[in-house]
Structure formats: structure tokens, C-alpha cells
Nanobody, 122 residues
Framework: QVHLVESGGGLVQAGGSLRLSCAISGDTYTIYTMGWFRQAPGKEREFVAAMHWGVGNTYYANSVKGRFTISREDARDAMYLQLDNLTPGDTAIYYC???????????????WGQGTQVTVSA
């Protein structure tokens, strides 16, 4: 099993920044992809960003490209999502997740954190 714990959410004004963290433990050797997803009130959960855990290639949803940055610790025991130039449309619960294959399809992610709330005020 892989254990994931998010932190770093909060309330921020539009145009502000936050840095989300995802602590990773357990059977980390099974991880091929790490991803960030979000779920806004009344909406389905959606893909935000992902990283190929082996080579470090990154992938972003068009809605966040150029504003969000995914990164990781060299020890691969943590992953981050830097959120810049936030808008009220970014308000959501943000989840980190791991997959044992290379994928950005959330149905293929095996393990999920509990989520961290990001609220952006106008």
C-alpha cells in the first residue's frame, strides 16, 4: 500500500499563491505516476497535473498550465504543487494520488490522500 497525506491548503485572495504538499510513504516502489486532482463544489473531480515518477516528465491540464507547477523531493518521499496566480475558479479540494502505471486517467490511480481545501476569494 501507498500512504498519501496532503497539506498546505487554505484561504487566499485572487492572484495569490499556495504550495500544496503530499507526503508519500509505504510501498513507494510500486509508483509509476503521481498526480494531483481537484474537485470543486458541485463538480466532478478533474485532473490537474501529473509526474512520471521514474523520469520526472510533467503533465498539466490546460486550465492550470503556466500557473501551477508540480515537483518532488529528490528522495521521492514528497510531491508538491505550486499554485500561482490563483482565481476563484481554482477553489476546490485538492487530492494527490498514485498509480502503478503511467496514466493521467483518475480511474487508474490506486491510492488517494484525504484532500486539502483551497479557497480563493475574489
Amino acid at each position: 500500500q501507498v500512504h498519501l497525506v496532503e497539506s498546505g491548503g487554505g484561504l487566499v485572495q485572487a492572484g495569490g499563491s499556495l504550495r500544496l504538499s503530499c507526503a508519500i510513504s509505504g510501498d513507494t516502489y510500486t509508483i509509476y505516476t503521481m498526480g494531483w486532482f481537484r474537485q470543486a463544489p458541485g463538480k466532478e473531480r478533474e485532473f490537474v497535473a501529473a509526474m512520471h515518477w521514474g523520469v520526472g516528465n510533467t503533465y498539466y491540464a490546460n486550465s492550470v498550465k503556466g500557473r501551477f507547477t508540480i515537483s518532488r523531493e529528490d528522495a521521492r518521499d514528497a510531491m508538491y504543487l505550486q499554485l500561482d496566480n490563483l482565481t476563484p475558479g481554482d477553489t476546490a479540494i485538492y487530492y494527490c494520488a498514485s498509480a502503478s502505471t503511467f496514466t493521467i486517467q483518475q480511474a487508474s490511480y490506486n491510492y488517494w490522500g484525504q484532500g486539502t481545501q483551497v479557497t480563493v476569494s475574489a
